[in-house]
């Protein structure tokens, strides 16, 4: 039985459908998360893909606009689960620790949207639940992130433009060194990828 699951956590048509796309870091992201799912396919891991929504607020998050579902390109496999969150982490709103606790997962692979966001909130969770978690921030996208006191309607120009705004790499480099020794192990995509198969202890 396999003990590491892939998360593909919020890769989805909803983050392409707002202006600040323009500026994401990975505008491959569903390129360098298909090199994880294929890599986890081939080792016989579990893949759980998680899905963002926001029922009702007639936003890009709202299941009836049409924009939750997966970037193009993605694509679960028959059996692999398809989880539902309206928290930003992808634990407190579904079963996804009773889905690993039957599938005996030890180890968590962390990708998705954003790296900030939903993939850092979920990694610190699932640490504290216990889980070994590998946090590959290649296969994480992420936009440049507004000071707080700008007005939550700014164009992506004012955002820009501001220098108190934080740009993509700077965004990536914070959330590395909070997780890294304490909450995961940061990988590259080439490492994760290239993981050979593991023989279980029995």
């Not at 870091?25 to 899905?51: F, T, Y």
């Not at 299941?63 to 692999?80: S, Y």
């Not at 030890?106 to 998705?112: N, T, Y």
């Not at 590998?134 to 992420?142: D, R, S, W």
Request: charged residues 20%; negative net charge.
């Amino acid at each position: 039985m396999t003990q590491t699951a892939l998360i593909v956590i919020d890769v989805q048509e909803s983050f392409r459908a707002r202006p600040n796309w323009q500026a994401v870091n990975h505008p491959d992201i569903a390129d360098r998360v298909g090199r994880l799912v294929r890599a986890a396919r081939d080792r016989g891991d579990l893949v759980v893909w998680v899905l963002h929504t926001e029922p009702g607020t007639g936003g890009v998050f709202d299941p009836a606009n049409g924009h939750v579902r997966l970037i193009e390109g993605l694509q679960p496999a028959e059996g692999e689960p398809v989880l539902t969150k309206t928290a930003h982490n992808a634990f407190t709103t579904t079963n996804l620790q009773q889905l690993l606790t039957q599938h005996g997962i030890r180890e968590l692979v962390i990708s998705g949207i954003r790296t900030e966001q939903c993939c850092e909130t979920t990694a610190r969770i699932a640490f504290d639940l216990g889980y070994d978690v590998v946090f590959v921030t290649e296969a994480t996208a992420t936009t440049p992130l507004p000071h707080w006191t700008l007005p939550a309607d700014a164009s992506l120009e004012e955002v820009l433009a501001d220098p108190r705004t934080l740009m993509p790499a700077t965004v990536v480099e914070r959330t590395e060194y909070a997780l890294a020794g304490r909450f995961a192990t940061i990988r590259t995509l080439d490492e994760q990828a290239g993981l050979s198969r593991m023989p279980v202890a029995s």
